[in-house]
């Protein structure tokens, strides 16, 4: 079992910056995919990012260029910074792991084994 803990979330103007962090326990997390989704208030959760240990990320249209994945397998740890942040970023951030590889489905929730509890971000406009 894996358990995930998503921190750093919080109230931030637009065009500011956030790191979230994930922190997982249980087991190593080292060759699972580990993503984000969010989810703003009536909508379905939404594919964010997500990244392997060896180096393979993809990132959503919606965020590229703005946030990045980065994770350190030695603290069990994966990151998602978040710059230039818009109103519309507003949501609850969720971590989640996968034993699919870079060519699965990655972007499909479905595919994700263990998920952490979630983080609200608001960005204010």
């Known amino acids: 079992q894996v358990q995930l803990r998503e921190s750093g979330g919080g109230l931030v103007q637009a065009g500011g910056s956030l790191r979230l962090s994930c922190a997982a326990s249980g087991r190593t997390v080292s060759n699972y995919g580990m993503g984000w989704f969010r989810q703003a208030p009536g909508k379905e959760r939404a594919f964010v990012a997500v990244?392997?240990?060896?180096?393979?990320?993809y990132v959503s249209g919606s965020v590229k260029g703005r946030f990045t994945l980065s994770r350190d397998d030695a603290k069990n740890t994966v990151y998602l910074k978040m710059n230039s942040l818009k109103h519309e970023d507003t949501a609850v951030y969720y971590c989640?792991?996968?034993?699919?590889?870079?060519?699965?489905?990655?972007?499909?929730?479905?595919?994700?084994?263990?998920w952490g509890q979630g983080t609200q971000v608001t960005v204010s406009s």
């Open positions: 989640a792991a996968t034993s699919t590889s870079p060519f699965g489905n990655s972007n499909y929730e479905g595919t994700y084994e263990y």
């Open positions: 990244g392997w240990s060896g180096g393979t990320t």
